[in-house]
């Protein structure tokens, strides 16, 4: 067992009790500055007499709670972070219907716009300072990102030929109008027809056929039948070598066609966002022509949305992996 030099022991002893006795005056000195800093007041501290008391007050400042403040600025923070990942996952349902629509005749891709959320003013721009200076810059802090709506890209998808006389492209502008068995007249790019029963020309979906608006008929027995670029539809009958006309396609178009409502089974619904719809004929009014024999594919380029999907799918484990962290 190792023995103290009886002197040390009496030195070790005095320098404890000085530190015993200068420890009530240090420990009221930290409440008053916490209790200050707390409540945001400001305050003025009793210089330290001795290094010993500097190397207290250091330490318990270190060790200080967190003000409300720095808390609620981390909380902001997290839900900042919170908002992108909300929107990253809409991104991603979004990009996954294109992908799925990919092959859906007159398919109209969708993108999803976003716009920042409100600002946190910590210092307007162009404050000026004690030598007449004006800042340049603010100070401000955002809450984070939200969803404006989601935008349908009309662009002109690809022309494909398929050989078939009831199918119809519209080269350019414009709607196929289609009624349903209710009566509610929908908008449609896909210019996939079939005659029903009764000849009429109908839009047909795996639901129910919808007739041609405004209708037209064609004779079940009809040998030919000629669809023009301007709409003119014409039939031969099996005892006539001169083609009948059985009537006009219509197409119609809108002021904002962005306010249009996608319904499912290539569908649009007219909305107040939209306006009222204006009819004309192929070719005319801003409205493109037709094309008989050829449909148009989706506009949505597949290699393009599933290299946005692989993207949105990793900044969305990424941002996971971040809220994660402590």
């Known amino acids: ?73 981390s909380g902001q923070a997290r839900d900042a972070v919170e908002s992108a990942l909300e929107n990253y996952r809409t991104m991603l349902a979004v990009t996954g219907n294109n992908i799925a629509n990919a092959e859906t005749p007159g398919y109209k891709r969708s993108q999803v716009i976003v716009e920042d959320l409100g600002y946190q003013q910590k210092s307007p721009a162009g404050v000026q300072d004690s030598s007449g200076q004006y800042s340049p810059n603010g100070f401000s802090i955002g809450s984070g990102s939200q969803i404006v709506g989601t935008e349908i890209d009309f662009r002109q998808g690809s022309l494909m030929p ?57 004779p079940n027995d009809a040998t030919c039948i000629s669809i023009g670029p301007q709409g003119v539809v014409a039939y031969l009958a099996p005892s006539s070598t001169k083609l009948t006309q059985a009537g006009t396609i219509q197409l119609a178009n809108f002021t904002n066609v962005q306010g249009l409502t996608k319904i499912g089974e290539n569908l649009y619904q007219e909305s107040d966002g939209s306006g009222a719809c204006q009819t004309a004929s192929p070719g005319s009014n801003g409205c493109g022509t037709l094309q008989q024999g050829w449909i148009e594919k989706s506009n949505v380029d597949l290699p393009e949305e599933i290299a946005t999907w692989k993207r949105i799918r990793r900044t969305c484990r990424e941002l996971r992996s971040l809220l994660e962290c402590p």
């Not at 409440?31 to 207290?56: L, M, Q, Y």
């Not at 109008?177 to 007249?185: E, F, H, T, W, Y």
């Not at 639901?207 to 064609?218: F, H, N, Q, V, Y």
């Open 162 to 218: 398929t050989g078939r006389g009831l199918d119809v492209a519209i080269k350019g502008a414009g709607f196929f109008q289609v009624r349903d068995p209710s009566g509610n007249i929908y908008y449609s790019r896909a210019g996939h027809f079939s005659q029903n029963a009764n000849g009429q020309l109908v839009v047909a979906s795996a639901k129910s056929g919808r007739l041609l608006e405004p209708a037209i008929t064609i």
């Open 1 to 73: 067992m190792q023995r103290f030099c009886p002197g040390v022991v009496v030195c070790l002893g005095f320098c404890l009790g000085l530190l015993l006795a200068s420890m009530p005056s240090i420990a009221g000195e930290l409440t008053t500055i916490v209790e200050a800093v707390d409540k945001g007041k400001s305050f003025t501290a009793a210089k330290p007499k001795t290094t010993k008391d500097r190397t207290a007050l250091s330490a318990a400042a270190q060790h200080r709670k967190p003000r409300s403040a720095d808390i609620l600025d």
